[in-house]
């Protein structure tokens, strides 16, 4: 009997220790299940999203950590629009910020932050949309691109347009005075705006800063510091052109409001050194006659206008240059012996790549003028052109030249096969005909020396 009562005596010992296992890890599986019905991830709390002054195109989120949290998820809203958009998973609980890039510049993001964690393969997360921020990027600093003086009267400013930017600012200062904001522009402007507030000779800076609008607030970006130079100029003289009067090149133009003057300038390169030749001022001011010019020389012309303000001379810009030249030419080198109307005006159209001049042309007749020095096709009768020339002594016709001596020019004419006619009061008269040709030529002869030329070219008679 004691021996069984000491069996069951172990046994009910070994009983209670399975009892007391069991119960043990009951326990444990039931906290674990009640720590998985309870878990509980604060939603991330934005602290700020912002970018420094000179970034366009990113925002740095930061937010609070969160106990517990092994991530986050990032999400975001652009403009106005509802809806979230996932951007960025983040793992790890010590990171708590992110930079989003690739943004578009002036343009209003919102963000919202969501934490996760995993607890026996099971991902847990915490509520969005409770804590969100926004911030708009920085607009570009519009670039400035130049300013230019308008008639007279105003300058006008451009600068690149600025991508979002729903308007801009235009600020100006002077000399020893700050910036002040002189205009304001709808975002339909092409980037330009006319100044009519300035006064001649005087320096202005310009500067300009993009703006645009979220939510009732405005956002305006960075500015050139230094700004851009404007000056009001005197209007660039109009109708400028050089021609020949006789040996003497003229330069004319026509007068601009407000001068006091003309400055003209003269080279032999187009690309050379330009000299000024002469101030031209007075009730002629618009014309300057150059008699210093040289035979087989080339000349290029350019100018400017000026006025005298509070003791500083203000000037226009230059015009463009304008060439001509005195370079030697013989006219039958162009013109050709015959009566084809086509070549005739492609010989004169050459001269007048040459040596400039003027070429007028028509149904009938083909002009071309160097003031003293006339080739036309007159298309009338048998008359099948004319050449006169009064006195440019660098235009010669069968070799003969404005300052030949009689006997010079009669013999050059001689020589190339023409024959004397009798002279009369008009001059000596010389005729060439071969039954292709017909010319005839007109010698007008003053103090024994050659002072003009007229020639005629004929349809033949058959």
């Known amino acids: 009997m004691s021996k069984i009562g000491c069996v069951s005596k172990r046994s009910k010992m070994i009983l209670g220790v399975w009892i007391c296992l069991f119960t043990f890890f009951i326990g444990i599986g039931v906290q674990a299940s009640e720590l998985r019905k309870n878990i509980f991830l604060q939603e991330p709390q934005i602290v700020s999203v912002s970018a420094p002054e000179n970034v366009t195109t990113a925002l740095r989120i930061t937010w609070k950590p969160v ?7 990032l999400y975001r809203k652009t403009g106005y629009n509802s809806e979230w958009e996932r951007i960025k998973k983040i793992a790890g609980q010590s990171q708590s910020y992110y930079s989003n890039i690739k943004l578009e510049p002036g343009k209003k993001y919102t963000y919202t932050v969501q934490a996760f964690c995993k607890v026996d393969g099971k991902v847990y997360y915490s509520k969005k949309e409770n804590n969100q921020l926004s911030a708009v990027t920085h607009l570009k600093t519009p670039a400035l691109k130049a300013t230019r003086s308008v008639s007279g ?13 729903t308007g801009y600012r235009i600020y100006r200062r002077e000399e020893g005075i700050g910036w002040r904001l002189i205009d304001t ?9 006319v100044d009519s507030h300035v006064q001649l000779g005087k320096k202005y800076y310009y500067t300009v800063r993009a703006v645009c609008s979220w939510d009732g607030k405005t956002y305006m970006s960075g500015y050139d510091q230094k700004g851009i130079l404007g000056q009001l100029l005197l209007v660039t003289p109009q109708g400028f052109k050089v021609c020949f009067r006789g040996n003497d090149v003229v330069v004319t133009w026509m007068k601009s409001a407000g001068a006091d003057g003309y400055v003209v300038m003269r080279s032999t390169q187009p690309d050379g050194t330009y000299k000024k030749i002469k101030t031209v001022q007075g009730m002629n001011s618009n014309l300057y006659l150059d008699t210093s010019t040289a035979n087989d020389s080339a000349y290029y012309y350019k100018v400017r206008a000026f006025k005298q303000v509070n003791g500083r001379f203000v000037y ?13 030419i013989e006219i039958m080198d162009y013109i050709p012996k015959q009566y084809n109307r086509e070549e005739i005006v492609e010989g ?18 083909a002009l071309l003028n160097l003031t ?13 052109l004319w050449v006169v020339n009064a006195g ?5 016709l069968f070799g003969i030249q404005i300052g030949d001596t ?5 013999g050059k004419l001689l020589a190339v096969g023409f024959k004397e006619h009798e002279a009369d009061k008009e001059g000596y008269s010389f005729g060439y005909h071969d039954g292709k040709i017909e010319l005839e030529i007109c010698l007008k002869i003053k103090n024994g020396k050659l002072s003009g030329y007229e020639m005629a070219q004929y349809a033949p008679v058959i």
């Open 392 to 396: 440019n002594n660098w235009i010669t």
């Open 316 to 328: 226009s810009k230059y015009t463009e240059a304008k060439s001509i030249s005195k370079k030697m």
């Open 67 to 73: 106990a517990n949290a092994d991530g986050y998820i």
């Open 348 to 365: 004169m159209k050459q001269i007048t790549q040459k040596i400039g001049g003027s070429l007028t042309l028509g149904t009938e007749i």
């Open 372 to 384: 003293n020095a006339r080739i036309w096709h007159p298309g009338l009768n048998n008359v099948k």
């Open 153 to 165: 009267k105003e300058i006008k400013i451009a600068w690149e347009t600025v991508q979002n930017a």
């Open 406 to 410: 009689e006997a010079t020019a009669k």
């Open 185 to 193: 522009v709808s975002w339909s402007t092409d980037g330009s705006i």
